[in-house]
């Protein structure tokens, strides 16, 4: 039986195009719009402004940080999978500014149709990045499912002060992004068989990267604003930050870290179903220049799994936070654009 393993394509297993299938942005406001949500004083960050994880206040100087993300494999080898999968998992508590503390494996699994020694590769993976956060794995539940998929419950400390919300934008702020770009399309391109074996490592690389060292970096700096890129893109998570915060902002297209490969697919029209879902939920809000090609602004909508933080610093720290990332192995990490006042809750692309 071993020997399925190595034949096994983890892609080929997933229903539907491109990486993680979910609800399409926008659905699961229409299920929860109205519903009598319960209130609580201690609640700092709930679903109301939905961020990257909740909070919730233990005392003055100590609240929970808590999120929850598992998906389908977007990589073949089941190992990758799993670090995959708990590093994007862990990235929410690191969005919010929080330090990831304990957490539980969430698995469905075929278990009819695949082998078990599969599962534990992709655990073992998932246990190698939490070691590596200096997480502890509590427990977890597993139920049997037609299509496998994997991720994490997490729970962090975090200073009731110092919680790092969407909504905080100031305008001056720079926008720090610290991974590129294009692993939506990339997983595609994987699932298809068009992918070498140079690309699926490096993108495989960056996508087991904790955003850990990225935080603790960024916590050394006047930070106001952060999120992590995952599923609704660049833009569509920027747009959630021009929204709660009231602010606009510029980018530069040019100066947004992309996988070149990435770039190539897409004009072959290559794209995931979550770019075009992404797309006409925000791009509403988004004005592009003539000048940002019609490839670039897909990519720009790519849902990511386990992208990089998107980060807002004060102007006149913003070069010295990008060399401390960059001292510090963070290599991608680049100045993406700048938040201005004017024009209010729009993101203007050239
Ligand atoms: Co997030
Ligand atoms: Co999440
Ligand atoms: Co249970």
Redesign the pocket.
């Known amino acids: 039986m071993i020997s399925t393993i190595n034949n096994i394509r983890l892609t080929q297993t997933v229903k539907g195009a491109g990486c993680a299938a979910k609800l399409a942005p926008g659905d699961l406001d229409r299920a929860l719009c109205g519903l009598d949500l319960p209130v609580d004083d201690n609640l700092l960050v709930g679903l109301e402004q939905a961020d ?1 994880a909740g909070v919730y206040k233990i005392s003055d100087d100590l609240a929970l940080v808590q ?1 929850i ?1 598992f998906f389908p494999p977007m990589v073949d080898d089941p190992y990758a999978f799993g670090q995959i999968a708990a590093a994007n998992a862990l990235s ?1 508590i690191y969005a919010m500014g929080g330090i990831p503390k304990t957490a539980m494996n969430v698995v469905a699994f075929p278990a009819k149709t695949m082998d078990i020694s599969i599962l534990r590769l992709i655990i073992e993976g998932g246990l190698n990045k939490m070691r590596e956060a200096g997480v502890v794995l509590v427990g977890g539940h597993t139920v049997e499912d037609s299509e496998l998929k994997y991720g994490l419950s997490v729970t962090g400390f975090i200073h009731p002060d110092r919680i790092l919300t969407k909504r905080c934008l100031l305008a001056g702020d720079c926008l720090v992004l610290t991974k590129p770009v294009g692993t939506g399309i990339i997983s595609t391109a994987i699932k298809a068989g068009l992918a070498g074996q140079a690309i699926i490592d490096t993108v495989t690389r960056n996508m087991a990267t904790l955003n850990r060292d990225a935080a603790s970096i960024m916590l050394g700096f006047t930070v106001h604003a952060c999120t992590d890129i ?1 599923g609704f893109g660049f833009l569509g998570h920027l747009a959630e930050m021009v929204v709660y915060s009231g602010c606009g902002v510029r980018i530069k297209a040019a100066n947004v870290p992309l996988y070149p490969e990435s770039l190539e697919w897409a004009a072959m029209g290559l794209i995931p179903a979550g770019t075009y879902n992404n797309r006409s939920f925000r791009g509403a809000f988004v004005d592009f220049d003539m000048n940002v090609s019609q490839k670039v602004q897909d990519l720009l909508f790519d849902p990511q799994t386990s992208g990089g933080l998107l980060i807002a610093v004060a102007a006149r720290e913003a070069d010295m936070l990008v060399a401390a990332l960059h001292a510090n192995g963070v290599e991608s990490a680049a100045i993406v654009g700048e938040v201005v006042a004017e024009p209010a809750e729009r993101i203007i692309v050239e």
Do not use: A, I, R, V
């Open positions: 990257d999120t993300d929410d995952t």
